[in-house]
């Protein structure tokens, strides 16, 4: 029958372990991509061009970092999360293939413009946010988990952001590029906020034993509210508005604090001897860092480009790291625990951000010793990480469920 055949290659791409769930491509390929564009930016800082890519190599390497390495990580999780949440079947098969093949077309795209005008290239790197966005909404929305709603805005300010930075490279607006990539960066910052602030104190009781503090529902809000008002200064400023540094300031400030006495209640110092579980706390931990530096920046203390590898690396490479590991564990049937390196490999992660920002704000004159020694740690970092889960990701669930 017409039907049976046409239904084949669906069903077998359906049962391929690989495409069963977002979170086995989307965590493989961030971490090979976040090592192979780290490698070429390293390269570049040494004197070799490897690349000529859309927008030049500096644009390319924030652009990448955020809207190809980070977006695939936040589509993986998210789309695997929203299973649990929701109840429903999330991407799998053909439909997730498709998903995938689209992030790496514009992966490719942007190392390798051939040319193409800057309008195609933008149309074809835009369009996988809003698709997770859609995707992430539709499960949501059905099974009326409205708590989760909050990622949909969230993921549509981020596709806006990577909009702004195609429409910087191509009308020679260096500041809206710059303007836009702080929103995506502090975008990130508010979903490691949201994340961080529902497993991380669950994830430290359950593994020690202890109980799980209960949450107050004041500093709750001024927490998220303080962290989300600076996603809104920010994205008023990328939208040509001036906003006194002062305001910008005080909230930056408050959403520091405010993460600073949320964190300090969840028992990070009891976490020493589980890598899992103080790399969490310890990425959380770069969320008041990079603020707090982000303030001194405004002051004109330092550059603001250090508060922001504060929350990119420290943060946002670390936590994703973190996540990744634990995720990928328990989501392929295996027991939650810390393979051998990883609490290395978040070390590294852990320095690299310390190196790459207060070291090298307050030793600048070592900048380009500091700038080689942070991409050689986060290389390592993940390759670690590669070496551990690369199979895992391929196989099957060991417990042989869906998944």
């Not at 390293?42 to 809207?67: C, D, K, N, S």
């Not at 009308?171 to 990539?181: K, T, Y």
């Amino acid at each position: 029958m017409p039907t049976t055949t046409s239904s084949q290659p669906v069903s077998k791409l359906e049962h391929l372990p690989f495409m069963r769930l977002a979170f086995r491509p989307f965590f493989l390929l961030a971490a090979l991509f976040s090592v192979a564009s780290l490698l070429v930016w390293l390269a570049f800082w040494h004197g070799t061009i490897l690349l000529r890519p859309y927008g030049g190599l500096v644009f390319w390497h924030q652009h990448e970092m955020l809207f190809g390495f980070a977006a695939a990580v936040v589509a993986g999780f998210l789309l695997t999360a929203v299973r649990n949440w929701t109840g429903l079947p999330s991407l799998s098969g053909a439909p997730l293939l498709g998903l995938v093949v689209l992030w790496l077309l514009g992966r490719v795209l942007m190392a390798f413009p051939m040319d193409l005008p800057g309008w195609l290239l933008l149309a074809v790197d835009l369009v996988f946010l809003p698709v997770v966005a859609i995707t992430m909404a539709r499960l949501v929305i059905t099974a009326k988990r409205w708590r989760n709603l909050i990622f949909i805005p969230v993921l549509l300010l981020f596709a806006t952001a990577n909009l702004a930075m195609h429409l910087g490279v191509m009308q020679g607006d260096a500041e809206l590029i710059r303007q836009a990539a702080y929103l995506a960066v502090l975008l990130i910052t508010l979903m490691m906020t949201v994340v961080g602030g529902r497993v991380i104190a669950m994830f430290t009781a359950n593994r020690l034993g202890r109980t799980k503090p209960e949450p107050i529902a004041l500093l709750e809000g001024v927490t998220l509210v303080s962290t989300a008002g600076v996603v809104v200064l920010q994205l008023v400023i990328m939208l040509g508005v001036a906003i006194p540094a002062l305001l910008m300031g005080g909230v930056m400030l408050l959403a520091a604090l405010a993460n600073t006495v949320r964190m300090a209640r969840w028992g990070g110092l009891h976490s020493w001897r589980e890598p899992l579980l103080w790399g969490l706390h310890g990425s959380y931990a770069c969320i008041p860092l990079g603020l707090i530096m982000w303030v001194l920046a405004l002051m004109g203390l330092m550059r603001v480009e250090l508060a922001v590898h504060a929350l990119t690396i420290g943060g946002m490479g670390t936590m994703m790291l973190a996540m990744m590991a634990r995720v990928s564990l328990g989501h392929t049937g295996r027991p939650i625990r810390t393979l051998p390196g990883i609490g290395v490999a978040l070390g590294l992660m852990l320095i690299a951000a310390l190196v790459r920002s207060p070291v090298l704000a307050l030793f600048p004159q070592i900048t380009h010793w500091i700038y080689t020694l942070s991409i050689i740690f986060w290389c390592l970092a993940y390759v670690i990480f590669l070496v551990h889960y690369t199979w895992p990701l391929m196989q099957a669930r060991v417990d042989g469920q869906d998944g």
